[in-house]
């Protein structure tokens, strides 16, 4: 316990304008990576723009580590299909957790992180100071693959006994 940093609760969100892997649409799913962790949301039956809204939560024992993103379309028969990928790095995350923030109006933007070559946003995102706690929402743009997004929400939870940021 007293190696882990905290648990980083990743809320899955969306996808948007997913790569039809079947006929018509796709069945996606993600897979969220953080050194030897691997979690998995469920399954949307035909759907390119699908909602998960689900959180998966890692243990966080190293901030430099990046998170990697995973969307497959489900196969019955086969292997499932690659629908892209994405990474991101937690580091701004953890510098706005660390400033240790109290009183701050809710909806207060702490920073900005601008999309660049090493990072797979889509978007500009927000570090946002929103009831009390430190939230990052993040637009991933897949790499690998002819189109599609995955919207994403980072939480950090603390965790009596570790060790902390």
């Known amino acids: 316990m007293e190696h882990l940093h905290g648990l980083l609760r990743i809320h899955v ?5 997913l790569a039809k892997r079947d006929v018509l649409s796709s069945d996606p ?3 969220v990576r953080m050194g030897k962790q691997k979690l998995k949301t469920r399954v949307v039956d035909k759907n390119v723009n699908p909602e998960w809204n689900e959180d998966l939560t890692l243990s966080v024992d190293d901030t430099n580590l990046p998170v990697k993103i995973f969307v497959y379309d489900r196969d019955t028969f086969s292997l499932d299909d690659k629908m892209g990928d994405a990474e991101f790095q937690i580091g701004p995350f953890v510098e706005a957790l660390r400033m240790e ?3 701050l109006p809710s909806g ?3 920073t ?4 660049n070559r090493e990072n797979c946003l889509a978007e500009e995102s927000c570090i946002i100071w929103t009831e009390g706690k430190v939230v990052q929402n993040l637009v991933l743009r897949l790499r690998n693959v002819e ?3 995955v919207e994403l929400q980072l939480q950090w939870i603390d965790i009596p ?3 902390g940021l």
Request: no cysteine.
């Open 147 to 149: 189109s599609g997004e």
């Open 101 to 103: 923030l109290n009183g």
């Open 112 to 115: 900005r992180v601008q999309p």
């Open 13 to 17: 969100l969306r996808g948007v304008n």
């Open 108 to 110: 207060t933007i702490i």
């Open 29 to 31: 799913y993600v897979i």
């Open 161 to 163: 006994g570790s060790r």
